[in-house]
């Protein structure tokens, strides 16, 4: 059994794009068990609060406005070594920079549009699965 979490969202840019099904393909095929699931749409005041880290950073406003902008896809995933696998299977930031195979190769198409976000660390998806999930919402 699966030891381990990550959060996840489908951004609005891959959401509007139709993008959905081919990024949870490219996870449950990478091993993920998406433990809690909902499409749903951040307010100004939930993006501000999500990124608070950001808010002293130059992109700030534009991230909000990014995220604000139509669905989002917010997923909790599980599997052993969860946040390290997950963010390898999404690349970098950047999507020239990103490695073939990976989500961000495929579908993002900028650094500001990257299809999808994944935690950072065991800390930060629990703090952003709990964020966006109450605990009778996981699975």
Known sequence: MATNRTFTMIKPDAVEKGHIGGILNM??????????????????????????????????????????????VAAILEKDNAVEDFRTLIGATNPEQAAEGTIRKKYATSVGENAVHGSDSDENAAIEGAFHFAGREQF
């Open 27 to 72: 996870i449950t095929e990478a091993g993920f068990r998406i433990v809690a699931m909902k499409l749903t749409q951040l307010t100004k005041a939930d993006a501000e609060a999500f990124y608070a880290v950001h808010n002293e950073r130059p992109f700030f406003g534009e991230l909000v406005e990014f995220m604000t902008r139509g669905p989002i």
